[in-house]
């Protein structure tokens, strides 16, 4: 594993978008525009936050479901991102690749519609629950419910999106109910409704 010359655990935006660009190449699909637009999102909203770099948000909202550059998968995305993210280094960015998709930190309610062996499920959520969330974790986990691949979109509607892909379970209903809360946090930390930040929001309704 390599680390960057500047000791960064993330790549710059111009190596993330040569990253995304290549593995759009070997497995085309809606999720490259998502990556997109989350990593926008990211941006526009750690812009408005202190404690935040917009730039490394950008990046890592970029890189959240690069593994999906394997195929079309289902949560196998999850471990091949953090496999391909620690390979280069990029340490942070692999620890959102595992961590975008549990905002609740509960990972054993996923398991029955999982594409990845046990054991790969078992390091996954010992490696979410046992991780003390930061507000990148958090940016990333909001912003993958703000964009769609044509634009951004109110939080329901992605909702929606996903469940009528992937199935609504109860716990789906919790992990809503958690981003919501993220919502709310990330407009008290940019003193404004995040939707004011996404330009063409409305016109997706």
């Given at each position: 594993?390599?680390?960057?010359?500047?000791?960064?655990?993330?790549?710059?935006?111009?190596?993330?978008?040569?990253?995304?660009?290549?593995?759009?190449?070997?497995?085309?699909?809606?999720w490259?525009?998502?990556?997109?637009?989350?990593?926008?999102?990211?941006?526009?909203?750690?812009?408005?936050?202190?404690?935040l770099?917009?730039?490394?948000?950008?990046?890592?909202?970029?890189?959240?479901?690069?593994?999906?550059?394997?195929?079309?998968?289902?949560?196998?995305?999850?471990?091949?991102?953090?496999?391909?993210?620690?390979?280069?280094?990029?340490?942070?960015?692999?620890?959102?690749?595992?961590?975008?998709?549990?905002?609740?930190?509960?990972?054993?309610?996923?398991?029955?519609?999982?594409?990845?062996?046990?054991?790969?499920?078992?390091?996954?959520?010992?490696?979410?629950?046992e991780?003390?969330?930061?507000?990148?974790?958090?940016?990333?986990?909001?912003?993958?419910?703000?964009?769609?691949?044509?634009?951004?979109?109110?939080?329901?509607?992605?909702?929606?999106?996903?469940?009528?892909?992937?199935?609504v379970?109860?716990?789906?209903?919790?992990?809503?109910?958690?981003?919501?809360?993220?919502?709310k946090?990330?407009?008290?930390?940019?003193?404004?409704?995040?939707?004011?930040?996404?330009?063409?929001?409305?016109?997706?309704?």
């Amino acid at each position: 594993m390599e680390r960057n010359q500047n000791g960064r655990k993330y790549p710059s935006m111009e190596e993330a978008k040569a990253a995304l660009a290549e593995a759009a190449l070997r497995n085309p699909g809606n999720w490259v525009p998502h990556s997109e637009y989350t990593a926008k999102a990211c941006k526009a909203i750690a812009e408005r936050c202190e404690n935040l770099d917009a730039e490394k948000a950008f990046v890592l909202g970029l890189l959240h479901d690069i593994g999906r550059y394997i195929g079309v998968v289902k949560e196998k995305h999850q471990i091949a991102g953090y496999q391909y993210c620690m390979e280069r280094g990029w340490e942070d960015a692999a620890r959102i690749c595992l961590t975008h998709s549990h905002p609740t930190q509960v990972v054993s309610a996923n398991f029955q519609n999982w594409d990845i062996p046990y054991t790969d499920c078992e390091f996954l959520r010992h490696f979410v629950e046992e991780t003390t969330f930061d507000d990148y974790d958090r940016l990333i986990q909001l912003c993958d419910c703000l964009a769609m691949p044509y634009g951004f979109c109110i939080i329901e509607k992605r909702f929606v999106d996903v469940g009528l892909r992937y199935g609504v379970s109860d716990h789906s209903i919790i992990a809503w109910k958690k981003v919501i809360e993220l919502k709310k946090y990330f407009e008290k930390e940019t003193c404004c409704s995040i939707y004011q930040l996404l330009p063409g929001i409305f016109d997706n309704l």
